[in-house]
């Protein structure tokens, strides 16, 4: 028997013994209800269904219950779509009736407003799913975990103790030495499992994942043979279905008295837990696997940024130590060499001394530096380590929580034909029926039995979905474009811009130019970026849902993933793509620019180089998706959502609130925002990681800005989780799925980004080719001197040269960045000896970069193997351990 604040709060039904397993919502508009007896007559239509027990057996007593009618006498008829949903109900209760599960209406009449449909699993129908599912259970035997002795268990021991206060304080989690065997249930071995109690035996999210597999295969014959209650709910049958929490998350009595939900609430969702490890056995516990493996992973991957953030702030303090001693900086900014550079612009901007970009190149130095290298190949090697230490991981989880012996239907049921279509699928598909019959398909299904629908109904062929798939290609061309465009656009603000700003008479203007309108399109690209997320995002549901039609759930899903990601990545990347390989390429030569719409030349990079544009560039876009989108949206959209709801909500009248009682479990879980999948949660952290490891060689400090992220994500996802979304059905999955092949090529494209990084964007080539081919002396002095080439004044245009009254000596020849051959030369302003060896070298060294790269991952994978040595031992000796008990049991039987 439950306790009676139990039963107050709403966890069980009114007669406090039986627990609400499931809930099923509906928006009640009543017309009109009568209080009868319980000998009363009343068509089998009119009465809603109400199960055996449904109160209280002192209200049974005096034979009275309230009853739906479909029409009261001296009412107003029910309208016919309410009515019609009305039967769909009574049938699809009737149905769940029949499979065993016991249901509780409400009681009280109401006039509008939400009514609630409690289910309740029984000891039966618990053991007959647990046997159909397949779910493991442990049994009565037991045994001891080997532990490691001499040194390492000594390391071990001390390793303990200096955790422990980074350890949650999660009652009875099992970190002792003993393991109980686990096998699948079945209804056979009854007396083989540790079955203390009938009501607690399977947990709450077991008790709920198996109510929602009969939920979801229950058949409805009057909604055309509709199968399932996602369908139900697509059609508007029902508002919602979900299992309950166990309670409040607020601790109210002793901490001993804990629910699972306020021990997480305590020790997992709040920020003064950010230095905590997670309770993950106990997420998965009451979330299911699907959700304990994302914060996993999530843990995982934060962990492993703590080295990569330090290397970063190793990298970037060789930078700032070294600064005063760069010599190419140090020449850069000695005004003594008198480097006057060609116009920054055509007519209106001055020739300038190249010591005035002093500042640039003292702030590229610290991103762009021999260290850089290191940092780039540590970091490829990093996401390699990642992902086999996150493999090693799963594989221990999947030991631990029994999923090693998963059958393949249940953890991938994509690929199980018994897997139920989804409610727009099975739409079409009875249109396209009803189509080729030529009459009602509802007559036609009504007919047949639950079994042989699926059996007799066609499936959708190419031909039914080539103009969706056309749509589809069409969508995403266009959304390319559209990005493209987006990424052009501020282009060509760039241009113009800088262009207005050089024509300015104000002195102060002229000089913060490049400042100026670098820092304005970076935040223009970011706001453009973060708009475009939510399109894209919606854009990819809506194609994958009209378009594709997937058959299942988990083909939706996998299909979504792709579509969106696609997006995003093209969304976040393109304007970090343009500056790091396109910018500066293709801007000509002075005498022979290339001109935008005529009138405007293209961009070039800073004279420092376009590294320190493109770290600028990663820096802001990076932080302001974490700030705004990952934490301000993520808080701010569904607060702003559940406002929305409260207020559609009618406002009940003062006599309603004076007997309204203090809210169930149901009515607190329902005002929550529904959970609609972990794949937002891990596109903004695949999003993140790309940040991390593609363009890293640029800007070493993303690893601490997304550790920090981080360890603000999983506490704020943890406490939307407890707090703020309904309860997720406990889902089971052996793996992050798609996932992880996205990290995977991810992993892989960061080598060759990093290596074209260095080789293209940053000087790290032209330095060593100076230093080892043209240097008299071996070092680095005259570098600068070698890069610029030299231009004759008499080659400008007619219209460009510029008006200067700040040089007023002629000059001859002024410099620019590039190798050409210069003026006097027989192929004037061509590409020099020197353009083509630094070519060579870059060329050279992208090949030897990702040949070296790779050779390490492969040995890195090699070195970690994928499944530890004492998981596969205990592996065996469960499964000896299993054979003998059950050889005992057979053996027993025969002796009786």
Known sequence: PSSPQASSEGLYFCDGL????????????????????????????????VSNGNFPEEAASVGEVFMELGMARGSEPMEAADHEMHLIRQEFEANLLEAGLEVERDRETKTHGPSFTRIHAPWPVLCREAEFLKIKVPT????????????GSSMSSVWRKLNQPFEPKVPHQDHGSTKFLSHCFSRDKLHMYNITSKDTFFDNATRGRIVYEILRRTVCVRTCQTIGISTLIAKGVYDAAFPLHDGDFKVTGHLEERNDRQVLFEEWARYSAFYKYQPIDLVRKYFGEKIGLYFAWLGVYTQLLIPASIVGIIVFGYGVATVDTNIPSLEMCDERLNFTMCPLCDGACDYWHLSTACGTARASHLFDNPATVFFAIFMSLWAVLFLEHWKRRQISLSFSWDLTGIEEDEAKPSRNSDEHPRPKYETILLEKRQRKQGYSTCHFVSSMSPYS???????????????????????????????????????????????LMAMSPDPETKSNVRVTVTATAVIINLVVILILDEIYGTVALWLTELAEIPKTETNFEERLILKAFLLKFMNAYAPIFYVAFFKGRFAGRPGSYVYVFNDYRMEECAPGGCLIELCVQLSIIMLGKQLIQNNIFEIGIPKLKKLIRTLKEKEPTQKEKDEERPPRQWNLDYALVPFEGLTPEYMEMIIQFGFVSLFVASFPLAPLFALLNNVIEIRLDARKFVTELRRPVAARAKDIGIWYNILSGMGKLSVIINAFVIAFTSDFIPRLVYQYMYSQTGTMHGFI??????????????????HSDKFPQLFVFLRYKDYREPPWSSDA??????????????????????????????MVAWVIPDVPKTIVEQLKREKKLLVDLFLQEEKEKFQL
């Open 829 to 858: 302003y061509q590409f020099s000896k020197q353009y083509w060896s630094v070519l060579s070298a870059r060329l050279a060294f992208v090949i030897l970069f990702q040949n070296l790269v790779m050779f390490l991952s492969l």
């Open 18 to 49: 039986r627990k609400v397993d499931y809930v099923l919502v509906f928006h009640h508009r009543r017309h009109g209800s009568l209080r009868c007896t319980g000998t009363a007559s009343v068509s089998q239509d009119q009465l809603s269904i």
């Open 453 to 499: 629908f699926q059996t007799v109904a066609e499936k959708l062929t190419w031909k039914d979905r080539l103009p969706g798939y056309f749509m589809n290609i069409s969508s995403i061309l266009f959304m390319f474009g559209l990005t493209f465009s987006a990424v052009f656009g501020v282009i060509i603000y760039r241009i113009t811009i800088s262009a």
């Open 140 to 151: 009565k035997q037991s045994y001891e975990l080997r532990e490691e002795s001499g040194f």
């Open 785 to 802: 001197d070698h890069t610029l080439s030299f231009f004759n004044v008499s080659n400008f245009k007619p219209g460009t040269a510029p």
